[in-house]
Structure formats: C-alpha cells, structure tokens
C-alpha cells in the first residue's frame, strides 16, 4: 500500500486546497403559517392613476386598497 502525505507537497497544490470551494448543503426554507387575518408588508407597483385615487380621501388609502381587493375577491367567488 502506497503511502500518500497528509498534505500536498506541490505549493500548486497546496494553494489550490486553501481555495477549493466547500460544499454546503442549501438552509431547507422555513415557511411559517401566518395567523388568520394578518397583514403582510409587501411592495406593489400600480398605476399612479389608481394611486392617486385612493390617496385622494387622504390617510387610510392603503386600507381602502385592501378593502376594494376583498371585495373584488367576494365578487368572485359569489
């Protein structure tokens, strides 16, 4: 049987060693169940038209945004 040294005694070698990218395995993704009836912060791109609609009535325009996308959902399924 062959003996074979611990570490590489080509310098070539050795730096290559140091550099030799580890494989990791991927973090498995957590997803959480987000309780019933929350709100979640997301970023929307709309037309300025619309938005402009809705921030017309001043401060609770994100809220009148909600309550017109539930009620599209109710229309829906009814």
């Known amino acids: 049987m062959a003996h074979t040294p611990r570490r590489p005694v080509n310098p070539k070698d050795a730096a290559e060693a140091l550099f030799k990218p580890v494989k990791r395995p991927p973090a498995p993704a957590v997803e959480r ?3 019933p009836n ?7 791109k709309i037309d300025s038209a619309i938005l402009e609609h809705f921030q017309k009535d001043g401060p ?17 399924k009814a």
Request: charged share 25%; hydrophobic share 40%; aromatic share 4%.
């Open 60 to 76: 609770g325009w994100q809220d009148r945004i909600n309550e017109t996308l539930a009620s599209a959902i109710r229309d829906n």
């Open 38 to 44: 929350t709100r979640e912060l997301v970023s929307l």
């Open 33 to 35: 169940a987000a309780p």
